[in-house]
């Protein structure tokens, strides 16, 4: 642009600064609207973990397990027996009959071996798998909406970047008409066209750009809106809402750093670098949740193995009986007993009960080879990308910019010293822009691609449980 004027200066010094004027006035009448919203990567981020309402379901749900744990622990609830035993249907005399007599009957049964206890633990350890869930859940949450975020900021990088090449080339089609005007320049009617339907070509990808940004907008607002946060609670209310109308993200391209960056660059020297992943996945929280259902998984089996143990039940019953005919009182009668089951048909019940237990944990142990090979294979996915793309981001940075920016300069000085032809100006202008579009992707595809990566080394932390409102016969409390 400086080019431009430079060779043309004395000729257009006039019309540029009415231009210059008149944008100054757009963007003043711009700036005195409504301030624009900002929000920051980690601003994005912490709203969605804290407007989360998965996280709260997840806390209700081990909660309502660790009651029932409690519950599963407690002896059964004894049995009372009231009836009238021996009653005369002639004469209906409570005294006539010896034999008659008021009973008053309890119950207590006493589960399988170490049933109680057993069933307890069991659901203690399924209930401790739902903290490494909502540690997993906000991991995830920090990847989706840190790349919906870049999504974002790419799209507006893009339109900042066309709307300051579309400005040279307005300029350039105005150049290019003073030019054909004064004759002072070699321009043609077709250079002007060409001008005209570049900057047409423009307005398009301007168009098609701000729809995805609106589109990637309220994408993210599904994260980080307000909407339906009164109904529940994770640590600080939000202070503010959101408007997606006038919201933008800051300019500067957030650097993410890796975790574990030596396990990237180092694989053909590292002899164990199989194990290394296998140890930093081994700790990742889903795994951590996996192991907990695998430990209760055992417990069943154990659970099961009680089978075998009969079940015992104590029974007490008073009897009353009343005065005989002559008057002569009848003692009461005392009642103690006990009953238990006999489990020595096992063959078609108890022992195929027990093998059930046992495939069922040995299913869940494979669910856990399987979420770690998944996890090492996209894992090296996600790595050939991040290492490819590094590529491509030196070769831009480091040659093609600098190349597309000596071409653009070279033809455009050609063209203005009568040398060189407008099409060829329009098209090394076009790849500079192109260029710089495909570096800006690159640039945020790789910071994506590393959000992605630290997920896999999503730290396992301490049970942590979270605050949320209590729901009781469907009264906040």
């Given at each position: 642009?400086?080019?431009?004027?430079?060779?043309?200066?004395?000729?257009?010094?006039?019309?540029?600064?009415?231009?210059?004027?008149s944008f100054?006035?757009?963007?003043?009448?711009?700036?005195?609207?409504?301030?624009?919203?900002?929000?920051?990567?980690?601003?994005?981020?912490?709203?969605?973990?804290?407007?989360?309402?998965?996280?709260?379901?997840?806390?209700?749900?081990?909660?309502?397990?660790?009651?029932e744990?409690?519950a599963?622990?407690?002896?059964?609830?004894p049995?009372?027996?009231?009836?009238?035993?021996?009653?005369?249907?002639?004469?209906?005399d409570?005294?006539?009959?010896?034999?008659?007599?008021?009973?008053i009957?309890?119950?207590q049964?006493?589960?399988?071996?170490d049933?109680?206890?057993?069933?307890?633990q069991?659901?203690?350890?399924?209930?401790?798998?739902?903290?490494?869930?909502?540690?997993?859940?906000?991991?995830?949450?920090?990847?989706?909406?840190?790349?919906?975020?870049?999504?974002v900021?790419?799209?507006?990088?893009?339109?900042?970047?066309?709307?300051?090449n579309r400005?040279?080339?307005?300029?350039?089609?105005?150049?290019?008409?003073?030019?054909?005007?004064?004759?002072?320049?070699k321009?043609?009617?077709?250079?002007?066209i060409?001008?005209?339907?570049?900057?047409?070509?423009?307005?398009?990808?301007?168009?098609?750009?701000?729809?995805?940004?609106?589109?990637f907008?309220?994408?993210?607002?599904e994260?980080?809106?307000?909407?339906?946060?009164?109904?529940?609670?994770?640590?600080?209310?939000q202070?503010?809402?959101?408007l997606?109308s006038?919201?933008t993200?800051?300019?500067?391209?957030?650097?993410?750093?890796?975790?574990?960056?030596?396990?990237y660059f180092?694989?053909?020297?590292?002899?164990?670098?199989?194990?290394?992943l296998?140890?930093?996945?081994?700790?990742?929280?889903l795994?951590?949740?996996?192991?907990?259902?695998?430990?209760?998984?055992?417990?069943?089996?154990?659970?099961?193995?009680?089978?075998?143990?009969?079940?015992?039940?104590?029974?007490?019953?008073?009897?009353?009986?009343g005065n005989?005919?002559?008057?002569?009182?009848?003692?009461d009668l005392?009642?103690?007993?006990?009953?238990?089951?006999?489990?020595?048909?096992?063959?078609?019940?108890?022992?195929?009960?027990?093998?059930?237990?046992?495939?069922q944990s040995?299913s869940?142990?494979?669910?856990?080879?399987?979420l770690?090979?998944?996890?090492?294979?996209?894992y090296?996915?996600?790595k050939a990308?991040?290492l490819?793309?590094?590529?491509?981001?030196?070769?831009?940075?480091?040659?093609l910019?600098?190349?597309?920016?000596?071409?653009?300069?070279?033809s455009?000085?050609?063209?203005?010293?009568?040398?060189?032809?407008?099409?060829?100006?329009?098209?090394?202008?076009?790849?500079?822009l192109?260029?710089?579009?495909?570096?800006?992707?690159?640039n945020?595809?790789?910071?994506k691609?590393?959000?992605?990566?630290?997920y896999?080394f999503?730290?396992?932390?301490?049970?942590?449980s979270?605050?949320?409102?209590s729901?009781?016969?469907?009264e906040?409390?």
């Amino acid at each position: 642009m400086s080019l431009i004027y430079k060779k043309l200066g004395e000729i257009y010094t006039q019309y540029i600064l009415i231009v210059v004027m008149s944008f100054i006035g757009i963007s003043a009448a711009v700036y005195a609207a409504e301030p624009v919203q900002t929000l920051s990567l980690e601003e994005a981020v912490y709203l969605s973990q804290s407007n989360d309402p998965w996280l709260v379901s997840n806390q209700f749900q081990q909660d309502a397990i660790q009651s029932e744990s409690i519950a599963a622990g407690t002896l059964p609830d004894p049995k009372i027996s009231v009836g009238l035993a021996n009653l005369s249907i002639n004469t209906f005399d409570f005294g006539q009959e010896a034999m008659t007599q008021m009973k008053i009957g309890v119950t207590q049964m006493f589960p399988r071996g170490d049933s109680l206890s057993l069933r307890q633990q069991q659901l203690e350890l399924t209930a401790e798998q739902y903290p490494f869930l909502r540690q997993d859940r906000r991991a995830k949450l920090s990847v989706t909406t840190a790349q919906i975020w870049f999504d974002v900021y790419k799209a507006q990088e893009s339109i900042a970047l066309i709307e300051r090449n579309r400005n040279l080339f307005e300029q350039l089609s105005d150049v290019v008409k003073a030019g054909y005007s004064s004759a002072l320049v070699k321009s043609n009617q077709q250079d002007i066209i060409r001008a005209q339907l570049e900057v047409t070509r423009l307005e398009d990808k301007l168009t098609v750009l701000a729809q995805q940004e609106d589109m990637f907008k309220q994408k993210l607002s599904e994260w980080v809106g307000k909407a339906f946060v009164d109904e529940y609670r994770i640590g600080h209310e939000q202070d503010y809402e959101l408007l997606f109308s006038t919201f933008t993200v800051p300019n500067i391209l957030p650097q993410i750093k890796l975790t574990n960056p030596n396990l990237y660059f180092d694989e053909e020297k590292s002899q164990h670098y199989q194990q290394s992943l296998y140890e930093a996945f081994s700790v990742h929280p889903l795994i951590s949740a996996l192991e907990q259902r695998i430990e209760s998984s055992r417990k069943g089996v154990e659970l099961k193995k009680q089978l075998y143990k009969p079940e015992w039940g104590v029974n007490a019953g008073y009897s009353y009986r009343g005065n005989d005919p002559m008057g002569n009182s009848r003692d009461d009668l005392l009642s103690i007993g006990v009953s238990f089951d006999l489990p020595i048909f096992t063959s078609s019940k108890q022992d195929k009960q027990v093998q059930a237990a046992i495939y069922q944990s040995e299913s869940i142990k494979t669910e856990k080879w399987l979420l770690l090979r998944n996890m090492m294979a996209s894992y090296g996915t996600a790595k050939a990308q991040l290492l490819k793309l590094e590529q491509r981001q030196t070769l831009y940075n480091d040659f093609l910019l600098p190349q597309m920016q000596d071409q653009a300069d070279a033809s455009l000085t050609a063209y203005t010293n009568d040398k060189g032809d407008f099409a060829e100006v329009v098209r090394s202008l076009i790849a500079q822009l192109n260029t710089q579009l495909d570096a800006l992707a690159i640039n945020v595809d790789l910071q994506k691609v590393k959000v992605q990566l630290n997920y896999f080394f999503t730290p396992k932390v301490g049970p942590v449980s979270i605050s949320h409102k209590s729901y009781v016969d469907g009264e906040v409390k």
